[in-house]
Protein backbone atom coordinates (compact mmCIF):
# COMPACT_ATOMS: atom_id res chain seq x y z
CA UNK A 1 0.00 0.00 0.00
CA UNK A 2 3.24 2.28 0.71
CA UNK A 3 4.20 1.79 -2.68
CA UNK A 4 0.86 2.61 -4.26
CA UNK A 5 0.41 5.48 -2.25
CA UNK A 6 4.10 6.37 -3.55
CA UNK A 7 2.94 6.28 -7.08
CA UNK A 8 0.12 8.13 -7.33
CA UNK A 9 2.00 10.82 -4.97
CA UNK A 10 5.04 11.51 -6.61
CA UNK A 11 3.30 12.39 -10.06
CA UNK A 12 0.79 14.71 -8.31
CA UNK A 13 3.55 16.58 -6.51
CA UNK A 14 5.93 16.39 -9.38
CA UNK A 15 2.97 18.07 -11.79
CA UNK A 16 2.30 20.85 -8.67
CA UNK A 17 5.82 21.91 -8.77
CA UNK A 18 6.04 22.54 -12.42
CA UNK A 19 2.32 24.06 -12.72
CA UNK A 20 3.57 26.48 -10.30
CA UNK A 21 6.89 27.55 -11.88
CA UNK A 22 6.93 30.69 -13.27
CA UNK A 23 7.97 30.88 -17.69
CA UNK A 24 9.71 33.65 -19.08
CA UNK A 25 7.61 35.40 -21.76
CA UNK A 26 8.66 35.70 -25.07
CA UNK A 27 11.03 38.38 -26.16
CA UNK A 28 9.48 40.66 -28.38
CA UNK A 29 10.55 40.67 -32.07
CA UNK A 30 13.02 44.12 -32.80
CA UNK A 31 11.39 47.05 -34.24
CA UNK A 32 12.58 47.85 -37.37
CA UNK A 33 14.91 50.22 -38.60
CA UNK A 34 13.50 53.91 -39.53
CA UNK A 35 13.00 54.12 -43.50
CA UNK A 36 14.89 57.01 -44.82
CA UNK A 37 11.68 58.63 -45.25
CA UNK A 38 10.90 57.75 -41.77
CA UNK A 39 13.78 59.94 -41.21
CA UNK A 40 13.27 63.09 -43.10
CA UNK A 41 9.58 63.64 -41.99
CA UNK A 42 11.61 63.72 -38.27
CA UNK A 43 13.76 66.19 -39.59
CA UNK A 44 11.45 68.84 -40.59
CA UNK A 45 9.58 71.15 -38.78
CA UNK A 46 6.33 69.78 -37.70
CA UNK A 47 2.97 71.34 -38.70
CA UNK A 48 1.39 71.95 -35.28
CA UNK A 49 -1.58 70.33 -34.67
CA UNK A 50 -4.73 72.04 -33.71
CA UNK A 51 -5.27 72.49 -29.69
CA UNK A 52 -9.08 71.50 -28.75
CA UNK A 53 -10.33 73.51 -25.59
CA UNK A 54 -13.19 72.99 -23.53
CA UNK A 55 -15.82 75.99 -23.92
CA UNK A 56 -15.50 78.56 -20.87
CA UNK A 57 -18.26 78.33 -18.46
CA UNK A 58 -19.77 81.65 -18.38
CA UNK A 59 -19.10 83.16 -14.96
CA UNK A 60 -21.87 83.60 -13.28
CA UNK A 61 -23.32 87.51 -13.64
CA UNK A 62 -22.49 90.01 -10.40
CA UNK A 63 -23.74 93.31 -10.46
CA UNK A 64 -20.83 94.28 -8.43
CA UNK A 65 -18.32 93.97 -11.50
CA UNK A 66 -20.67 95.76 -13.90
CA UNK A 67 -19.44 99.32 -13.98
CA UNK A 68 -22.75 100.43 -15.55
CA UNK A 69 -24.29 99.31 -11.86
CA UNK A 70 -24.59 101.37 -8.71
CA UNK A 71 -22.48 98.75 -7.11
CA UNK A 72 -19.85 98.87 -9.20
CA UNK A 73 -18.53 101.96 -6.85
CA UNK A 74 -17.40 100.66 -3.88
CA UNK A 75 -15.91 103.81 -2.35
CA UNK A 76 -17.32 107.20 0.27
CA UNK A 77 -14.79 109.86 0.51
CA UNK A 78 -14.62 111.90 3.28
CA UNK A 79 -13.74 115.67 4.40
CA UNK A 80 -10.87 116.23 6.79
CA UNK A 81 -10.77 115.42 10.05
CA UNK A 82 -14.54 113.94 10.16
CA UNK A 83 -16.45 110.73 10.34
CA UNK A 84 -19.91 112.23 8.77
CA UNK A 85 -21.10 110.52 5.51
CA UNK A 86 -21.33 112.91 3.09
CA UNK A 87 -24.98 113.66 1.44
CA UNK A 88 -23.79 112.47 -2.01
CA UNK A 89 -22.89 108.61 -0.85
CA UNK A 90 -26.37 107.97 0.31
CA UNK A 91 -27.62 106.72 -2.68
CA UNK A 92 -24.73 104.63 -3.52
CA UNK A 93 -24.68 103.31 0.51
CA UNK A 94 -28.79 102.43 0.35
CA UNK A 95 -27.80 100.25 -3.22
CA UNK A 96 -25.51 98.35 -1.21
CA UNK A 97 -27.41 97.53 1.39
CA UNK A 98 -30.59 96.41 -1.24
CA UNK A 99 -27.92 94.51 -2.11
CA UNK A 100 -26.19 93.16 1.09
CA UNK A 101 -29.74 92.90 2.58
CA UNK A 102 -31.29 90.70 -0.78
CA UNK A 103 -28.36 88.44 -1.64
CA UNK A 104 -27.90 85.10 0.60
CA UNK A 105 -24.06 84.68 0.88
CA UNK A 106 -23.11 88.55 0.96
CA UNK A 107 -20.71 89.80 3.26
CA UNK A 108 -18.44 93.47 3.19
CA UNK A 109 -15.64 94.33 5.70
CA UNK A 110 -15.72 98.22 5.42
CA UNK A 111 -12.09 99.43 5.15
CA UNK A 112 -11.79 102.69 6.82
CA UNK A 113 -8.65 105.24 5.78
CA UNK A 114 -7.71 108.51 6.58
CA UNK A 115 -4.89 111.15 5.32
CA UNK A 116 -1.30 111.33 6.96
CA UNK A 117 -1.97 114.17 8.83
CA UNK A 118 -2.15 113.10 12.73
CA UNK A 119 -0.69 110.45 14.82
CA UNK A 120 -1.10 107.12 14.03
CA UNK A 121 -3.54 105.70 16.81
CA UNK A 122 -5.56 109.11 16.04
CA UNK A 123 -5.64 108.01 12.52
CA UNK A 124 -6.52 104.45 13.12
CA UNK A 125 -9.34 105.66 15.47
CA UNK A 126 -10.58 108.31 12.89
CA UNK A 127 -10.43 105.21 10.30
CA UNK A 128 -12.42 103.28 12.81
CA UNK A 129 -14.72 106.03 13.30
CA UNK A 130 -15.36 106.06 9.56
CA UNK A 131 -16.32 102.37 9.16
CA UNK A 132 -18.53 102.11 12.49
CA UNK A 133 -20.60 105.36 10.75
CA UNK A 134 -21.61 103.06 7.13
CA UNK A 135 -22.18 100.35 9.02
CA UNK A 136 -24.38 101.99 11.30
CA UNK A 137 -26.55 103.86 7.84
CA UNK A 138 -26.37 100.01 6.50
CA UNK A 139 -28.18 98.47 9.39
CA UNK A 140 -30.04 101.39 9.66
CA UNK A 141 -31.03 100.54 5.97
CA UNK A 142 -31.91 96.67 7.11
CA UNK A 143 -28.64 95.28 7.10
CA UNK A 144 -27.57 92.37 9.68
CA UNK A 145 -24.78 93.23 11.43
CA UNK A 146 -23.56 89.91 10.81
CA UNK A 147 -22.83 90.79 7.00
CA UNK A 148 -20.67 93.43 7.93
CA UNK A 149 -17.10 94.09 9.34
CA UNK A 150 -15.21 96.84 9.73
CA UNK A 151 -11.15 97.48 9.84
CA UNK A 152 -9.25 100.49 9.94
CA UNK A 153 -6.24 101.12 8.63
CA UNK A 154 -6.01 104.59 8.73
CA UNK A 155 -2.87 106.46 7.04
CA UNK A 156 -1.22 102.79 6.06
CA UNK A 157 -2.59 102.30 2.94
CA UNK A 158 -3.14 105.08 0.68
CA UNK A 159 -4.80 105.49 -2.53
CA UNK A 160 -2.81 108.15 -3.59
CA UNK A 161 1.06 108.48 -1.85
CA UNK A 162 1.49 111.90 -2.71
CA UNK A 163 1.42 114.85 -0.11
CA UNK A 164 -1.32 117.43 -1.48
CA UNK A 165 -4.38 118.22 -0.77
CA UNK A 166 -5.71 116.07 -3.49
CA UNK A 167 -3.95 112.95 -2.28
CA UNK A 168 -5.09 113.86 0.88
CA UNK A 169 -8.73 113.72 -0.10
CA UNK A 170 -8.37 110.28 -2.29
CA UNK A 171 -6.74 109.00 1.19
CA UNK A 172 -9.95 109.75 3.35
CA UNK A 173 -12.52 107.14 2.66
CA UNK A 174 -14.27 104.01 3.37
CA UNK A 175 -13.60 101.09 0.65
CA UNK A 176 -16.70 98.43 0.72
CA UNK A 177 -15.08 94.75 0.07
CA UNK A 178 -17.00 92.19 -1.05
Known sequence: MKQRLRQSV???VAALTLAGCATTPPEPPPEPAPSASDLDALSRPS??????TAPIEPQPYSPLDDPSSPLYRKIVY???DTSEIPGQYTDLLRAH???LYQTAGARVTLEG????????DYNLALGERRADAVKRFMIAEGVPEAKM???SYGEERPADPGHSA????ENRRVELVY
Open 10 to 12: LPL
Open 47 to 52: QPSPTV
Open 78 to 80: FDY
Open 97 to 99: AAY
Open 113 to 120: HTDERGTR
Open 149 to 151: GTL
Open 166 to 169: DAWS
